[in-house]
């Protein structure tokens, strides 16, 4: 059994920042890719940023130099670190993952609760 457990969001004003955490607990042999999703309130899932195992990152142009994920392997955790904030940031937060549980097992996808971001203009 594995478990995302995030946590870091809040309400803030515009300009001022958060940081997201995310960590994956249980049985793990590796991790994959560890990304961070957001959805907005009548809005599709979005993409907000991707790192891979050999550290490779990716943003949605939207939040391009202000906004950096990272991992920590030793404590299989994935931050989003998140300067500027603007009110189109608002939205549910989810980190998502691929895990190998197993060393027969291919790696499988798993979904945070989500964490509620809320930016103040």
């Known amino acids: 059994q594995v478990l995302l457990s995030e946590s870091g969001g809040g309400l803030v004003q515009s300009g001022e920042s958060l940081r997201l955490s995310c960590a994956a607990s249980g049985t793990i042999i590796s991790i994959d890719h560890m990304a961070w999703y957001r959805q907005a309130p009548g809005k599709e899932r979005e993409l907000v940023a991707i790192?891979?195992?050999?550290?490779?990152?990716n943003y949605v142009n939207s939040v391009k130099g202000r906004f950096t994920i990272s991992r920590d392997n030793a404590e299989n955790t994935v931050y989003l670190q998140m300067n500027s904030l603007k009110p189109e940031d608002t939205a549910v937060y989810y980190c998502?993952?691929?895990?190998?549980?197993?060393?027969?097992?291919?790696?499988?996808?798993?979904w945070g609760q989500g964490t509620q971001v809320t930016v103040s203009s």
């Open positions: 790192i891979t195992s050999d550290d490779t990152t």
């Open positions: 998502n993952a691929n895990i190998r549980q197993r060393a027969w097992m291919s790696s499988t996808n798993f």
